[in-house]
C-alpha cells in the first residue's frame, strides 16, 4: 500500500466513523420502496424522462467527440490517478459516468415528487451510482498498475480478502486489520485502575502525572455504543493523558456491554450508575463537586443527568464538556431521511425482540450512507489492488462495537421522535420531569465544521437549551477527529465567539479563527474550573474504594 493511499484512507476514516446520535436505520423494505418509486416514476412521466434521456444521449455525443468539459468534483480522490484525464479512453470512461450519474440526479430532482421522496430519490440513485463507478471495476487504472506490477499476485491476494469477509465479515470490505492491535497493549495504555464497578460500568481513575493536581476532578462518559478508549486511543492522541499532563484528576467510565439480559436498561438506569460513580469520585478526592465531559450520546445522557441534579436541587456538576452532542434531534442530514413513523417503529420492534441493537449492525447501516468512503474505498485497496486492510487506531476502534439494551434504544427512538429536551417537563428521568434551563452549570460546547453526523448547527442550537453560561467552538474537523485533536497539527483550525446569536450562521460570520487544536482553549477554559493546585494523591482509591483491575479495566474486553 503506498502511503498516501494509505493516508487518504486513515483521512476519510477519521472523518467518518460511526458514534451515536441516536440510533436509527434504515430498513432494506423502505430502500426497495424508494427504488421501484423512482422506476414508477419514470414511467408516469414519459415526456420528463424523454426529455432527459435526450440530453443524456446530446452529452454522450460531446463526450464521444471529446468535446465534453466535464470533470469529478472537487476533492474527489477516486479520480486522482493521472489515467483518468491524460487518457484519451480512460477519461472518456469517466466523463460518460459523470453524464449518466448527473442526468439521473437532474430527472429526479426535476420530477413531480414531493421533496422527502425527491430526497430518498437521490439517495438510492447515489447508492446505484457510486456502486458502479469506474473505480470500482477492475478497469481502474490503479488497479490495471498493480496487476502487471505483481505479476498477477494482487488479484489473487484481492480475491482471497474478498473470501476471508464473505466468511467472517458479513460480505462487507474490512476496514481496518484487526489483529494489528490489542486493548492494553496498544491502545488504552494511560496508567489507572478501576476503583468502583457496579452492573453498568466500571469507573477508571487515571494516575496523576504531575506532582500537583487541581482540587476538582473530571468526569468523563463516553457514548454506550462506543467503547470508552477513545479517550485514550494513543499516547500522541489520548485526551486523558493531555488532561493528566495539565493536573486534571482524570475518571473516565467504560460501560459494560449489554446482553439480552440486560434489555430493561434504559436512560434512568445508566443515569443512576452515573449517580453511584459521581458519588465514589467525591468521596476518593474530597472534592464537593466534578466536573464533567460528555460525548455523542454520553452527551445526551450527562445532560439528562444535570437536569435530574436541578430538578432536586442538588449542585453535584460544576462544569459541563459536552462533545459533538445534539440535544435538540431535529436533523436535517441522511441519518434522519428515512426515519418516519414506520421506520422507528421497526427497529424499536426489532431491538426488543432481540433484547439488543447490536452495533456491528448500526456500523452497516451507517457504512451505506456513506458508501464512498466507508465501502467502495476498501473494496478499491483491499480486493482490486490486494492489499491488506489498513492498520490504523481509530478504524479498530471504531470496529469495536458495543451492544445497546433495547429499552435504551427505544427511549433514543422517542426522543428522536418528540425531541423532548427543548421542551420543560417533557421528559422525565429517575422520576424528576427534566428542564434544562434550570441547568446552570457553566458549559463548553465543542462541535465539527464536517461533522456529517452530530451536524454542527444542530450541536449549536442545542446548546442554547442550557441556563447556564455556554462557551461554543466550532472545530474544523468531522465527527471523531474533532474530539482526537491534539495540539501542534498544522492543519487544526478552530473558532469562537462570545456571542451568542440564535442564529448558527450568524455565530459563524461574526467568530474569530485560531490556528492549532481547540484543546489548547478548552484546557484554559476547564483549569478555571478545576478550583485550586494541591498535591497529587500518592495513590489511586481510597480506603473504601481500592484501586482494583488495572486499567483498562475488564468490562472494554466483553464481546
Known amino acids: ?31 426497495l420502496t424508494s427504488a421501484r418509486m423512482v422506476l414508477a416514476q419514470a414511467i408516469k412521466q414519459p415526456f420528463h424522462s424523454a426529455k432527459h434521456i435526450t440530453h443524456f444521449a446530446f ?15 472537487e476533492g474527489d480522490r477516486r479520480f486522482a490517478d493521472p489515467a483518468w484525464s491524460q487518457n484519451p479512453l480512460y477519461r472518456r470512461y469517466l466523463q460518460t459516468y459523470l453524464v449518466w450519474r448527473k442526468e439521473l440526479h437532474d430527472w429526479i430532482e426535476d420530477s413531480s415528487l414531493s421533496e422527502q421522496d425527491t430526497s430518498r430519490g437521490h439517495f438510492v440513485i447515489n447508492l446505484m451510482t457510486e456502486a458502479m463507478a ?14 502487471f506490477e505483481t505479476g498477477g499476485k494482487s488479484l489473487l491476494d484481492g480475491l482471497s480478502h474478498l473470501a476471508k469477509d464473505i466468511v467472517h465479515n458479513g460480505g462487507m470490505p474490512s476496514q481496518v486489520n484487526m489483529d494489528a492491535f490489542e486493548v492494553g497493549k496498544n491502545l488504552a495504555t494511560s496508567d489507572g485502575a478501576v476503583v468502583f464497578r457496579n452492573d453498568l460500568l466500571e469507573l477508571i481513575q487515571y494516575k496523576p502525572i504531575t506532582e500537583q493536581v487541581q482540587e476538582r476532578p473530571l468526569l468523563v462518559v463516553p457514548p454506550q455504543i462506543n467503547k470508552f478508549y477513545v479517550f485514550d486511543l494513543s499516547q500522541e492522541k489520548s485526551v486523558a493523558r493531555f488532561l493528566l499532563r495539565n493536573g486534571i484528576q482524570t475518571f473516565v467510565v467504560s460501560w459494560r456491554n449489554p446482553t439480552k439480559a440486560q434489555r430493561e436498561w434504559g436512560l434512568s438506569t445508566y443515569i443512576e450508575a452515573l449517580k453511584e460513580a459521581i458519588e465514589v469520585i467525591l468521596a476518593i478526592t474530597g472534592s464537593k463537586d466534578i466536573n464533567m465531559l460528555g460525548a455523542c450520546s454520553g452527551g445526551l445522557t450527562t445532560a439528562s443527568l444535570l437536569g435530574h441534579y436541578a430538578a432536586i436541587g442538588e449542585q453535584k456538576v460544576n462544569a459541563l464538556t459536552l462533545l459533538v452532542s445534539v440535544l435538540d434531534t431535529k436533523l436535517d442530514t441522511q441519518v434522519a431521511l428515512f426515519a418516519d413513523e414506520k421506520t422507528l417503529e421497526a427497529a424499536k420492534r426489532r431491538s426488543y425482540q432481540s433484547g439488543v441493537l447490536e452495533g456491528s449492525d448500526m456500523a452497516k447501516v451507517f457504512a451505506w450512507m456513506r458508501p464512498n468512503d466507508l465501502i467502495w474505498n476498501y473494496w478499491v485497496n483491499n480486493y482490486l489492488l490486494g492489499n491488506e486492510p489498513p492498520v490504523f487506531d481509530i478504524l479498530y476502534w471504531n470496529n469495536d462495537t458495543t451492544r445497546l439494551p433495547a429499552a435504551l434504544h427505544g427511549e433514543f427512538i422517542e426522543m428522536f421522535k418528540t425531541n423532548p429536551l427543548t421542551r420543560a417537563g417533557a421528559l422525565e428521568v429517575c422520576g424528576t420531569p427534566i428542564d434544562l434551563k434550570q441547568v446552570t452549570s457553566d458549559i463548553y460546547c465543542l462541535a465539527g465544521t464536517n461533522d456529517h453526523i452530530t451536524p454542527w448547527g444542530s450541536c449549536y442550537k442545542s446548546a442554547h437549551l442550557f441556563g447556564g453560561k455556554v462557551e461554543f467552538v466550532l472545530s474544523n474537523s468531522g465527527h471523531i477527529q474533532s474530539i482526537l485533536n491534539p495540539p501542534g497539527n498544522p492543519k487544526a483550525r478552530y473558532m469562537t465567539n462570545t456571542d451568542m446569536p440564535y442564529d448558527p450562521r450568524a455565530w459563524q460570520s461574526s467568530a474569530t479563527k485560531h490556528a492549532d487544536s481547540w484543546w489548547l482553549h478548552w484546557q484554559t477554559w476547564l483549569a478555571d474550573r478545576s478550583g485550586k493546585l494541591k498535591k497529587a494523591p500518592a495513590a489511586l482509591g481510597n480506603k473504601t474504594y481500592q484501586a482494583g483491575e488495572a486499567s483498562p479495566g475488564t468490562y472494554v474486553h466483553e464481546r
Do not use: H, W
Request: glycine share 6%; proline share 7%.
Open 59 to 73: 452529452e454522450l455525443k460531446n463526450v464521444l467527440l471529446g468535446q465534453s468539459e466535464l470533470t469529478p468534483e
Open 134 to 147: 469506474p473505480t470500482n471495476s477492475m478497469a481502474n487504472p490503479a488497479a490495471v498498475k498493480r496487476f
Open 1 to 31: 500500500m503506498t502511503q498516501k493511499n494509505n493516508e487518504d484512507l486513515q483521512r476519510q476514516a477519521s472523518e467518518s466513523t460511526l458514534g451515536l446520535n441516536p440510533v436509527i436505520g434504515i430498513r432494506g423494505k423502505d430502500l
